[in-house]
């Protein structure tokens, strides 16, 4: 059975030509890029290269990109060095519905003291502007914002928040780590400065990631050790993975436009047929600002994890925000903040596309959907008229 991999927030497939160009690294040149010797040296070459491509994908500097494991270790830097660098502001603001790599974070730099303010959402996940600009103040060492939301691609204002940190000269990051490689981004217009990625999110090795670090932006490392990526990030480099995120990052530049295109259009007709043919439907997010490849999608009185486990019977890898099937014992936060109602979270489903999918794949997902829902309802404790005798 073929698999319809439609889990892409979750991880990508490593690009032919992305481990194409890695090989060599991982085999024959495998020498360390600080060693005085030329098999080693040579490398510092290559990775200043894939340096040179990363930052090209968001109209930086290569001076400006640090390299790190992973989009977590990026987000812990990026608030670790605001709060490192302004010993004396104890405020940090953020929102509800961020990835646990800075809501977790933040969560445990309350514990050591900081005061935190998570933002609220609306019902179709949109940041609540009002609480933000009450929330910030002369203690804020730093607000974060994700660019987009993984589970639901919802899409938030960071220039509007940007212009207004910028004016009131307060530090101000975001996670793009589901954004990068899917939206365009140019830190020129874009009033930020530091933005996260990975590389697993965008047809990179997975342990690959990177901060980009505004010219002129206080920094202060968070793995302390050796002198690499120029004192910003200890550990010997990563040499096959970095070049690996340069070769993604070119890719993903140079057909950022059509794979736009085409990802939409392959997710709006999937979630066409589904509102169609299957009853108690609801998307969850602001259709008008999302990510072109997500939908969340919640079929209400039955349960996210059964639907997963017949889908993945035909093959089909998606996600759910019901909590079984997140690894916690609670269901999604991010939909919990939206307000969305419990029998709607419990059948949450996130598809999430890829250049790899293809139209007949979702014509089989569109065709099985409706039946698998419809079989799972008569069976669910969910069942809609078993909800209503509750
Ligand atoms: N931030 C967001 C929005 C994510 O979706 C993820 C991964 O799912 C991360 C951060 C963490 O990235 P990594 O898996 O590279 O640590």
Excluded: W
Excluded at 175 to 191: E, H, S, T, Y
Excluded at 219 to 247: C, D, M, W
């Amino acid at each position: 059975m073929k698999t319809i991999y439609l889990d892409n927030n979750a991880t990508t497939r490593i690009a032919p030509e992305v481990f194409d160009e890695m090989k060599p690294y991982l085999t024959d040149l495998y020498g360390n890029p600080s060693s005085m010797h030329t098999f080693g040296g040579e490398l510092r070459s290559k990775i200043e290269e894939a340096r040179a491509k990363v930052a090209a994908l968001l109209g930086a500097e290569p001076e400006e990109i640090v390299f790190m494991s992973c989009g977590t270790e990026s987000d812990n830097t990026a608030l670790m060095s605001a709060v490192e660098s302004y010993p004396q502001k104890r405020h940090i603001v953020t929102s509800r519905v961020e990835h646990p790599a800075v809501f977790n974070f933040v969560k445990h730099l309350a514990r050591r003291g900081y005061r935190v303010t998570f933002l609220p959402v609306d019902s179709r996940g949109r940041l609540d502007m009002d609480a933000f600009l009450k929330a910030i103040d002369d203690d804020t060492a730093v607000v974060s914002i994700m660019y987009a939301n993984n589970e639901t691609g919802v899409i938030f204002p960071l220039e509007e928040i940007g212009e207004i940190l910028k004016e009131k000269k307060i530090l101000f990051h975001t996670d793009a780590v589901q954004a990068v490689g899917k939206l365009p981004i140019n830190v020129k217009r874009l009033p930020v400065d530091m933005i996260s990625l990975s590389g697993h999110k965008l047809h990179a090795p997975k342990g690959i990631g990177a901060l980009y670090v505004r010219k002129g932006t206080r920094f202060y490392p968070y793995i302390i050790g050796g002198h690499q990526e120029n004192g910003r990030r200890a550990g010997t480099e990563n040499v096959a993975s970095i070049i690996g995120l340069g070769k993604a990052c070119e890719l993903a530049g140079k057909h950022l436009e059509k794979e736009i295109a085409y990802l939409s259009k392959l997710r709006d007709k999937l979630e066409k047929n589904l509102l169609k043919n299957c009853p108690d439907v609801r998307i969850n997010g602001d259709p008008e600002h999302r990510l072109p490849n997500t939908t969340n999608i919640s079929f209400e009185y039955v349960e996210g994890e059964s639907i997963l486990l017949r889908l993945n019977e035909y093959g089909v890898c998606a996600s759910s925000g019901s909590a079984c099937t997140s690894g916690s014992l609670e269901p999604s936060h991010v939909l919990r903040a939206m307000g969305t109602p419990f029998t709607a979270i419990h059948g949450s489903i996130r598809f999430s596309l890829s250049r790899y999918n293809t139209e007949t794949e979702i014509n089989k997902v569109s065709d099985i959907m409706p039946e698998i829902i419809k079989e799972l309802r008569e069976l669910s404790p969910f069942g809609k008229e078993k909800i209503k005798k509750l």
